[in-house]
C-alpha cells in the first residue's frame, strides 16, 4: 500500500522515547517531516538526531497551553504548516483505589487528558487557518476501554481522551479536520517498566517483570507489544489512505480487548 507521506508536516508530543519515538522514525521513514516534540529536550534531540534531516526536535509541556502554542508556531516556522498532529505524551501512575490522592488524580489528568485537549487546541486553531484540512491522531490505551484497578486514574484520563476524540471529530469534521485515537495494549517502553515497579511497590506483584508478563498474556497473539507494532497505524491515519476516517478509536492491542 503507497501511503501518501511525502512532505507532511506532522508534530509529535512525547516523542522522545517509547511509542512516540517508534512513530517519529516510522512516519519520517515513510517521508513525512516531523517536529519530535518532549518535555525532555535532550529525548527529543537524540530522536530526531537519530532520524536525520527529516526531523527536529522541540521542548514541550503538554499541559502549557503557551508551550504548545509555541511548539505548534516552530512547526509552521520550519515546514510552512501543520498537517497532522500526534497528541501522545503520557503518563501513568500505580496506586490502589483507596489511595488515589486528588493530587495523583491532577497529575494524571493534567498530562493525559488536559494535554490532550490542548494539543488538539493548538493544532486545530492552525490548520483551520491554513484551511487545508488535517489529521489529529492521540494516543489513548486499552486502559481508554476497561477500568484496571491499580490504574483507576490513569484509565479515566485515557477515557477522557476517547472523549475528547469523538466530540472533536464532531465539531471539526467540515473542516475537514479528521480525529482519531489509537489505543496500545501493554508495550514494552519506559511507561511499563515504572508501571511494573508500582505494582511491586504497592504488594500487587512480587517480581520484576510478574505484572507485565501477567497483563501481557492477555493478548490472543500471544506476546507483549513493542513500540513499533503501533507504527503501521500510525502512519495509515496520518495518511490519505484513512481520509474517510473519523472518530475512531482503533485498538491496536495483539487482540487484548475486542471492541
Ligand atoms: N507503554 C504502554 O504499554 C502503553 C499502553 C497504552 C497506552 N500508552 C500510552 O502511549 C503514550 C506513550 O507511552 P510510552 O509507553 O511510550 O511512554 P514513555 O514514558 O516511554 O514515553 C512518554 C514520553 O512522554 C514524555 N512526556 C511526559 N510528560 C510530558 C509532558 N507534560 N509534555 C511533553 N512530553 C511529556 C516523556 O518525557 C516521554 O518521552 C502515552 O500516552 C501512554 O499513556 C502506553
Redesign the pocket.
Known sequence: MELQLDGARVLI??G?????AAMARGLAEAGAKVAV????GG?AEATAGAIGGAAFPLR????DRTSVRDAVAACVARLGGLDVMFN?????QVRNFLDITEEDFRTVMD??AL?VLIGMQEAIRQMRLQGTGGSIVN?A???GKQGYEPLAHYCASKFAVVALTQAAARAFGKDNIRVNAIC????D????RLIDKGFQDNGLSKTENEAFTTFASGAVLGRP?K?EDLVGVARFLASPESAFMTGQTLLVDGGMVFD
Open positions: 508530543t512525547g522522545g522515547r517509547g511509542i512516540g516534540a518532549d518535555i525532555d529525548l514541550i509541556d503538554v499541559r501522545n505524551a503520557g503518563i501513568a498530562v493525559n494535554g494516543t490505551s486499552i486502559a496500545p495494549g501493554v508495550v517502553t519506559a511507561m511499563w507489544s513500540a
